[in-house]
């Protein structure tokens, strides 16, 4: 094994070593533990039988339909995307779509200004599918494993070869990876990297809090753009939690560095139609932010109605203004909370918005993204129709929805329409997320109230863009506020001698930045007592982060060469990604094993085909299990590529 480290080393690798090679090098005697993959797997699926998995009821295990793979049948003749009909290509018979260059091909070889070029001279309306991001975040609770969308990837690879872009990674889906799914979202991006090479990737970024809940160091944000840049990222839709212009500068820059796509992004809060509602969210703010991140020099512009509040004439006005006043493309991010989406993107599409996002049938609506089908039909007759592929996303919905029943347990309740939104200005995603919270802390009952404080928390604070990671802030004080009984009175005299939840000290200390409107100071000083507060960029008070002295520490974690994923996963997440270490070194990679057998087990004599890595396979069988022993532990029996093997495991029920 030493010799093994030895050759795989970098600094070996690229033979540049010296004869001080060995003791500069302590870590070539970090040996891996001896890897028994099979035997992990086994371990893995007897716990998860035994003791079920978080979040799921293991005593009611569904049955499932039969899952169909949609395959292709062959790559067909491609024609330029110029002399494309002008309504699209519905009915493609064979699924494929016919576009021989996608914007991929243009990005890599022509560079971002090319695309931009191309997609201003479209007459079509572009897409952006979200499936296997925001649709599963928003109505799956983010918990979308890799192997369900590798598995149909090369199928998305040649037939969604016309959609401006795939959002597929950013936003939730990078802490869910390492924390409930256990596995790398890194490794989903390289994977998907080589299963879908033509068509776009895209991001979703927080500004300076990246891919997570609070602002990062400088350095720690830009050398996480730059590596998911090399990693396969092609688009960065960036925004800030409160639309603030400071925060995005730096996170803009670095993304313009790395030659890729830029989208800087406004959020959409207020409404512009109802000039009582705000005086700060008007026509004129949202122009006015545009022209601002034009000037930033991003090659697009993200509206991004991230609760799906922007009403049908509202975009049509907002995007009109926009068009006037910027020259980039725009890309209209919705939900479809209040079933009103397909209504807003027509509308925004009468008024020239070049890209608009939505999801497959099967995990669309609700509070994720509208269906691409559904805005096909709804755009029949007009002269601006959907660049989309009916059929092939026809047959994906067959897949998708076979697929979307394993994760029944973490459907989103919010399965109806819910046209209080356009009050509450709830992202999609955190419907759910607030109920989980308010009944951990015994409010399950009062949830309507929550909501309802969760509006009065916005106003109080002076009506801020609620966001990740602001819109947690929000829901942290509507929790806390109808805990303690707290008004909008009493919270300035009780609240003296209480302390508030953490999100909300950091945002009144100024840690996310600074709101539109400027801060509630009142409540500042009660919330702060005599903590200090700042209003300049919360980067400048982070200490740049020290890579090199973190290998140290971390090269006593992980027992493999440190590459630059996993030491920007340790230095944003350091306690989920060491627990998500630990699992791993306990029960391997999981992330091979089937959805289903992943959540609910096996039934006795159930088999399992589990692929270890190409043309290598684990057959799993689980014979029988064992009474309790004395000591809490069963004995799981299984055939393992027909031997019989044991696993002893701990009882937990
Ligand atoms: C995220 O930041 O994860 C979002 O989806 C915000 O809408
Ligand atoms: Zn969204």
């Keep these: 094994r030493f010799l093994q480290n030895i050759i795989q080393h970098p600094t070996f690798i690229v033979g540049d070593y010296s004869t001080t090679f060995i003791d500069d090098n302590q870590e070539l005697f970090d040996f891996l533990p001896p890897r028994n993959r099979g035997n992990k797997v086994l371990k893995y699926l007897a716990n998860v039988t035994i003791n079920g998995f978080p979040g799921v009821d293991k005593d009611k295990q569904p049955q499932f339909a039969k899952r169909e793979v949609p395959t292709l049948p062959g790559r067909p003749q491609r024609i330029h995307r110029e002399s494309r009909n002008k309504q699209g290509n519905p009915w493609s018979a064979k699924y494929e779509t016919d576009i021989d260059r996608t914007f991929k091909h243009i990005l890599d070889q022509d560079g971002p200004d090319a695309v931009v070029k191309a997609v201003l001279s479209e007459q079509n309306v572009l897409l952006t599918d979200t499936t296997m991001r925001d649709a599963h975040q928003s109505v799956l609770t983010t918990r979308l494993r890799t192997i369900d969308m590798t598995t149909i990837a090369p199928f998305i690879n040649e037939t969604m070869r016309d959609y401006f872009s795939l959002e597929m990674w950013g936003g939730a889906t990078f802490d869910v990876a390492y924390n409930f799914l256990r596995e790398s979202p890194w490794h989903r991006l390289q994977e998907l990297r080589k299963l879908i090479p033509d068509i776009p990737f895209q991001m979703l970024l927080r500004a300076s809090n990246a891919v997570g809940y609070t602002n990062y160091a400088d350095n720690v944000v830009q050398n996480f753009i730059k590596v ?26 670095t993304a313009l560095e790395t030659g890729k796509l830029v989208e800087g992004t406004i959020c959409y809060t207020g409404d512009i139609l109802n000039p009582e509602r705000s005086k700060v969210y008007t026509l004129d703010y949202y122009v006015k932010m545009a022209r601002e991140l034009e000037s930033l020099g991003v090659h697009l512009l993200g509206i991004k109605d991230m609760s799906g509040i922007l009403k049908p004439e509202a975009a049509h006005q907002l995007i009109s203004a926009l068009k006037d006043e910027v020259s980039i493309p725009i890309h209209l991010h919705s939900h479809d909370t209040a079933s009103n989406a397909i209504q807003t993107y027509s509308r925004a599409i009468d008024a020239g918005v070049d890209i608009v996002d939505t999801a497959n049938a099967a995990l669309s609506g609700q509070n994720a993204q509208p269906d691409g089908n559904a805005l096909f039909y709804a755009r029949q007759g007009t002269d601006r129709q959907v660049n989309v592929n009916v059929k092939a996303n026809d047959v994906m919905e067959n897949y998708w929805k076979v697929t979307r029943s394993y994760y029944k347990p973490f459907e989103s309740d919010l399965t109806t329409t819910w046209t209080k939104v356009y009050d509450y200005e709830m992202p999609g995603g955190q419907y759910s997320n607030l109920a989980m919270q308010a009944q951990s802390v015994g409010l399950g009952e009062r949830y309507s109230e929550v909501l309802d404080m969760y509006h009065r928390v916005n106003l109080l604070f002076g009506d801020i863009v609620k966001v990740t990671p602001s819109s947690k802030v929000v829901g942290d004080m509507a929790l806390f506020m109808v805990q303690n009984d707290l008004d909008e009175e009493s919270v300035y005299t009780e609240g003296q001698h209480l302390s508030f939840p953490d999100s909300v000290v950091s ?142 495991i701990m009882d937990l029920n």
Excluded: C
Excluded at 228 to 253: C, H, M, T, Y
Excluded at 513 to 531: F, H, I, S, Y
Excluded at 635 to 646: A, I
């Design 507 to 648: 945002f009144f200390k100024g840690d996310i930045g600074q709101p539109a409107g400027g801060m509630n100071e009142r409540l500042r000083d009660v919330v702060l007592k005599d903590l200090a507060y700042y209003t300049d960029r919360p980067g400048n008070h982070i200490e740049p982060y020290d890579f090199e002295a973190k290998d140290d520490e971390f090269r006593d974690l992980i027992y493999k060469d440190i590459d630059q994923t996993s030491r920007l996963s340790y230095a944003m997440y350091p306690k989920v990604f060491k627990d998500y270490l630990s699992f791993v070194e306990d029960f391997g990679d999981v992330s091979i094993i089937e959805t289903p057998a992943f959540f609910y087990g096996l039934e006795v004599n159930e088999p399992l085909v589990v692929e270890l890595e190409p043309g290598k396979t684990l057959l799993v069988e689980l014979t029988s299990i064992g009474p309790v022993k004395s000591d809490g532990h069963r004995t799981v029996y299984f055939k393992l590529n027909g031997l019989p093997e044991t696993v002893e």
């Design 228 to 253: 998911s840049a090399q990693e396969g990222i092609d688009v960065f839709r960036i925004f800030d939690s409160l639309n603030w212009i400071e925060s995005l500068k730096l996170p803009i820059d």
